[in-house]
């Protein structure tokens, strides 16, 4: 089943309540995909500096980790846990040491996102639970996109939860089910795209991020997968300035989407929108079957 | 003139009430309060009762409905009215996918559009949509009529059979097998009939609609036909 809520925030005012709002519509999707749950947050960026967010099993003394590997990286690194995650804020050449260092030093560690804003925090358990566990609510941002699942295609695990993040500051969230991932993922992989899990969403974002790599747009990449992706999704992207969606021809998962002058936001369902400022006034809709939307900061 | 909030009653408890009611109970007028987008909310309800929900509902509100009137003040998720039996069911916002799916009779109002496979499979029911539907409406829709006061999406009437569909805007394509046809006196009438029963009557022109049904020519299988399927 799955559940998916996107929050694109247009007026600047609203940003410090992101977390508070996009932890509520999730909320309301609990029950969808009670198994596990993600967000992902585009917060504020350091100038000159990027971010990595990892995660390592419960039980692992994260900060005594991260710790660790920002002494390993030098100077300048910061260091900063919640929960079963860290974000590391880095020199921007630092990224691929950083990620090498975990690879050997904290095999247990898994790369969630890099990039310039972007947090990823996804964690096994009821929803409601995980949003608490890394305190989501605080959270400010310009966007943010979270999930639900449902496991279909593979296993109830951290790493097999969304959102996926298979290029810098990109990530995506899916509901539905992919059937010819397995092909498309030793093609991608061959083509020098990291995937990590046998999860057929991840397959999903890593497409897009080859086709962008390429030299794509967003746009372009997502209507390229309408050819190329074999099976039933609904999709939210983000980017770091944007934030986009698409359903397959046949729009088999419900998507139902709200815009004021204040912002643009995704649900599955429309009882995610109700916590919304002004939803009464709001134009809502069902976003059309193989119809690329999107929005993106200046 | 029972009132059940929803934030302090559970869903089962009130589909329960209201499953128990018989014709002739005089408990008529029903208000639930808070639906907060639940599903099946008033589902299986077989007696000449009201009920009004004061706000959104989820999935399957009013499925299978028999003789019961059923305003939903504000949206309704997917499959609203489905396999409703008779009675009434008015949505005063907007209705999701599947709305009146497999209806067999009664008469749904949605009041603003309907999304993709509106009157998927109808099989008697009338539906009146004020606003515009989406793609795959009535697909392989047996009987009862559908009035569409806005447009329709991709595919409208795919492999219909009876079903009639009356649509005032622009249709963006038909599906297999369905045609525009001719109106005539008697479709005029049967939609002006329509239009009284959703309160309209009046206030839209009946001249404005155009007919679509099935061509009949995918009923059953025939190897001429194999490319079309």
């Not at chain 2, 589909?15 to 639930?32: F, H, I, M, P, R």
């Not at chain 2, 299978?64 to 009675?87: L, P």
Request: contains cysteine; charged residues 20%; glycine residues 10%.
């Amino acid at each position: 089943m799955c559940g998916i809520a996107g929050l694109f925030i247009k007026d600047p005012t609203l940003e410090p309540e992101l977390g508070r709002l996009l932890a509520q519509m999730t909320s309301s999707l609990c029950s969808r995909g009670p198994d596990s749950a993600g967000f992902a947050i585009y917060r504020d960026s350091t100038p000159g500096f990027s971010k990595l967010t990892f995660s390592a099993p419960e039980g692992t003394d994260i900060a005594e980790l991260a710790g660790r590997l920002a002494d390993a990286l030098g100077h300048g690194t910061r260091v900063a846990t919640r929960h079963t995650h860290a974000v590391v804020t880095l020199a921007p050449q630092d990224v691929a040491r950083a990620e090498d260092w975990l690879a050997a030093h904290a095999p247990q560690a898994t790369v969630m996102s890099a990039g310039n804003r972007l947090e990823i925090y996804k964690e096994v358990g009821y929803p409601d639970d995980v949003a608490k566990a890394f305190d989501i609510a605080e959270m400010a941002g310009t966007h943010g996109i979270s999930h639900t699942r449902m496991a279909t295609e593979s296993a109830v695990t951290t790493n097999g939860a969304h959102p996926f993040s298979t290029g810098a500051d990109q990530c995506l969230v899916h509901n539905g089910s992919i059937s010819n991932h397995s092909s498309l993922r030793r093609e991608l992989k061959r083509d020098g795209i990291t995937i990590r899990t046998e999860n057929d969403s991840e397959v999903a974002a890593a497409y897009l991020t080859k086709k962008m790599r390429d030299g794509e747009t967003l746009g372009e990449a997502l209507t390229s997968s309408l050819d190329d992706l074999d099976g039933f999704f609904t999709f939210v992207v983000g980017t770091e300035n944007g934030f986009s969606v698409l359903r397959d021809p046949i729009a088999c998962k419900p998507a139902v989407m709200a815009e004021t002058d204040r912002y643009v936001a995704f649900a599955s369902e429309f009882k995610s929108l109700t916590c919304l400022p002004d939803i009464a006034t709001a134009r809502v809709w069902e976003p059309k079957p193989a119809t690329v939307y999107f929005w993106e900061h200046a | 003139m029972p009132v059940v909030d929803l934030a302090k009653t559970s869903l089962r408890e009130l589909n329960a009430a209201l499953q128990k009611l018989g014709a002739d109970t005089n408990e008529t007028s029903w208000t639930v309060l808070n639906p907060s987008g639940e599903h099946a909310v008033a589902a299986g309800v077989d007696a000449p009762v009201s009920i009004t929900i004061d706000g959104p509902v989820g999935y399957f509100c009013g499925g299978m409905n028999k003789h019961a009137t059923i305003v939903v003040d504000g949206s309704a998720g997917q499959g609203v009215g489905e396999n409703m039996m008779s009675g009434l069911i008015h949505v005063k916002g907007d209705a999701s996918q599947s709305a009146g799916a497999t209806g067999r009779g009664g008469l749904l109002i949605v009041d603003g559009n309907a999304s993709a496979r509106c009157g998927i499979s109808m099989k008697g029911i009338d539906i009146v949509v004020k606003g515009s539907i989406g793609h795959l409406s009535a697909f392989m829709g047996q009987s009862g009529r559908m009035v569409v006061f806005g447009e329709a999406g991709e595919a409208l009437g795919d492999s219909l059979y009876e079903a009639r569909l009356y649509v005032r805007g622009p249709v963006a394509g038909l599906g297999a097998d369905c045609i525009e046809k001719a109106m005539r006196e008697e479709h005029r009438a049967e939609l002006y009939r329509l239009l009284e029963a959703s309160g309209e009557a009046g206030t839209v022109d009946v001249g404005e609609f155009r007919r679509y049904g099935s061509a009949r020519k995918l009923y059953n299988f025939n190897i001429d036909n194999v490319d079309a399927y």
